[in-house]
């Protein structure tokens, strides 16, 4: 295989991984005013990810820097032309890693009320943001002759955009709660389970029409690789629906593990109907980026294969050695003898 063609996929991985492991910590930030009725059970939520979170988040910054990389030409106009939407979500990741580490420096309910709200919108809005963005990646931008976003931060709140990023954020929202119940117990297991009944009938709701309106455009495209986007997109929809069975009948592990299926699925079907392009122009087909023309030297992939060889076993198998040392749930009893310690 031509190496731009294996980073496309490389890339496409990196994203996915990011989505699937960031996605339920934002779910899990969002989940905070729905879940935590007193002090004690918002601590019981935030120490389900206080382990992973930040490790979780180094996926976005392997896949940016395999972009920047491996495709010069995607991230330059990528990051140009959507730099408000990338540069919210920069500021709301940082407010959520500071509410993280500042959070329990005071004994004042008022103090860690404003940063559990700021744990809450640093959540929301990367994964409204993320979904907004890969939608237009996916549909189309206005590119001209030089390969330069032309449009405005407007011209991407068009309706399939924002489609993608109620997706995107309803699922996160979904795939979080279904870890708050998997990693706790007691009242905040059991609200868990009924808000994840709730919110997962929305969920399916958006996500069916949002994976369709992706397949009538990859038709309308003749994407090559169409056939793959039907099936990956079945395959999320089963899963999703799989995992909201599984929540009514009480299978925490179950219900996470088809939801994590659900985003690999989705995100792997946006990038099958992507392909050859990395960010198509809606003013020209001329103008499109292309796998072929945004791609690095061969000499510059080569060094990254050997490096990706190298370094990603490591991080997925620290990755998985982290899950398995921190696998225990999180008991309200913990905290609250941790509580009384502290005192």
Do not use: C
């Amino acid at each position: 295989m031509d190496l731009a063609y294996l980073w496309f996929w490389i890339v496409a991985f990196l994203f996915v991984g990011y989505f699937v492991l960031d996605g339920f910590d934002f779910g899990v930030g969002m989940s905070i005013p729905f879940l935590g009725k007193d002090d004690i059970a918002r601590r019981q939520i935030i120490n389900t990810i206080g382990p992973v979170w930040d490790l979780n988040e180094t996926w976005v910054i392997v896949a940016g820097a395999a972009l920047f990389a491996s495709f010069p030409e995607w991230y330059a106009t990528l990051f140009s032309g959507f730099y408000l939407p990338l540069l919210a979500i920069l500021i709301a990741l940082i407010a959520r890693g500071v509410s993280f580490e500042y959070r329990h420096q005071r004994d004042s309910l008022k103090w860690k009320r404003a940063f559990d709200r700021m744990i809450f919108f640093g959540s929301a809005a990367p994964a409204f943001l993320w979904g907004v963005a890969f939608a237009n990646i996916v549909q189309g931008v206005p590119l001209d002759a030089d390969h330069e976003y032309v449009g405005t931060v407007l011209t991407l709140l068009n309706p399939y955009g924002i489609l993608g990023g109620l997706t995107t954020l309803t699922l996160f929202f979904v795939h979080g709660v279904y870890f708050v119940a998997l990693k706790t117990d007691g009242q905040v297991r059991a609200d868990a389970r009924s808000l994840a009944k709730k919110a997962g009938v929305l969920t399916i709701a958006l996500a069916a029409l949002f994976l369709g309106w992706t397949i009538v455009n990859a038709a309308n495209a003749e994407a090559p690789l169409l056939l793959g986007v039907v099936a990956l997109a079945g395959v999320a929809a089963l899963t999703l629906i799989g995992s909201w069975v599984a929540n009514l009948r009480d299978r925490e592990g179950t219900a996470f593990t088809l939801g994590a299926v659900t985003i690999v699925a989705a995100v792997a079907a946006l990038f099958f109907a992507l392909f050859p392009n990395v960010m198509p122009s809606t003013l020209a087909a001329g103008s499109s980026l292309t796998i072929d023309n945004a791609s690095s030297t061969d000499y510059t992939l080569t060094i990254m294969s050997w490096a990706a060889l190298i370094f990603l076993p490591l991080i997925l198998a620290y990755q998985g050695w982290t899950y398995w040392v921190f696998r225990k749930r999180v008991t309200r009893a913990r905290i609250e003898k941790a509580a009384l310690v502290a005192h």
